[in-house]
T-cell receptor, first 110, second 115 residues
Framework: GQNIDQPTEMTATEGAIVQINCTYQTSGFNGLFWYQQHAGEAPTFLSYNVLDGLEEKGRFSSFLSRSKGYSYLLLKELQMKDSASYLCAVRGAGSYQLTFGKGTKLSVIP | NAGVTQTPKFRILKIGQSMTLQCTQDMNHNYMYWYRQDPGMGLKLIYYSVGAGITDKGEVPNGYNVSRSTTEDFPLRLELAAPSQTSVYFC??????????????FGPGTRLTVL
């Protein structure tokens, strides 16, 4: 099975940087995804890591350490529209199924 | 491309009623999924399909049934609605191609209340 932990809520200031952590224990690993979900809307894909290291995409970056079972999502130059839930999801080995964490609700304040 | 579409957007059911949640994708994706999302509980996989005619149970399949007669459509059936099935239901699809991210694309969701 898979167990995924991420903080329930975070608050950060507009223009700042925030790091959302995700730790996981899995019986097999074939990639980690981050999704963004605004209130009342569907999740949308942000990033994918399968090898150790940092993936950068504009203001968003995602890091993975497979040996530590750890990932983080880094959001720079925060904007009010970044207020949303951020979902960490792990794909098991030999599978296309995802196991999702409970999500981190990020509030960006002026 | 409409992506993944779901109908209805909202529905209120009485205990014991049945209904079908519709899901259609126009991206020619092989893989399709049904999730439910309860407040503070994250997304839980109900059923998934790797192609037309092939379906399998996810983490929380009890009380639900699915079928996949075409690549495009993946309806979810509730036979005897119970209050525990009050939730937001998301359908998703992914292409399943080797070497690709295979990220899942989600529909807008169906908000179901069982009273």
């Amino acid at each position: 099975g898979q167990n995924i932990d991420q903080p329930t809520e975070m608050t950060a200031t507009e223009g700042a940087i925030v790091q959302i952590n995700c730790t996981y224990q899995t019986s097999g690993f074939n990639g980690l995804f981050w999704y963004q979900q605004h209130a009342g809307e569907a999740p949308t894909f942000l990033s994918y890591n399968v090898l150790d290291g940092l993936e950068e995409k504009g203001r968003f970056s995602s890091f993975l350490s497979r040996s530590k079972g750890y990932s983080y999502l880094l959001l720079k130059e925060l904007q009010m529209k970044d207020s949303a839930s951020y979902l960490c999801a792990v794909r098991g080995a030999g599978s296309y199924q995802l196991t999702f964490g409970k999500g981190t609700k990020l509030s960006v304040i002026p | 491309n409409a992506g993944v579409t779901q109908t209805p957007k909202f529905r209120i059911l009485k205990i014991g009623q049945s209904m079908t949640l519709q899901c259609t994708q126009d991206m020619n994706h092989n893989y399709m999924y049904w999730y439910r999302q309860d407040p503070g509980m994250g997304l839980k996989l109900i059923y998934y399909s790797v192609g037309a005619g092939i379906t399998d149970k996810g983490e929380v399949p009890n009380g639900y049934n699915v079928s996949r007669s075409t690549t495009e459509d993946f309806p979810l059936r509730l036979e005897l609605a119970a209050p525990s099935q009050t939730s937001v239901y998301f359908c998703a699809s992914s292409d399943g191609l080797a070497g690709a991210y295979n990220e899942q694309f989600f529909g807008p969701g169906t908000r179901l209340t069982v009273l």
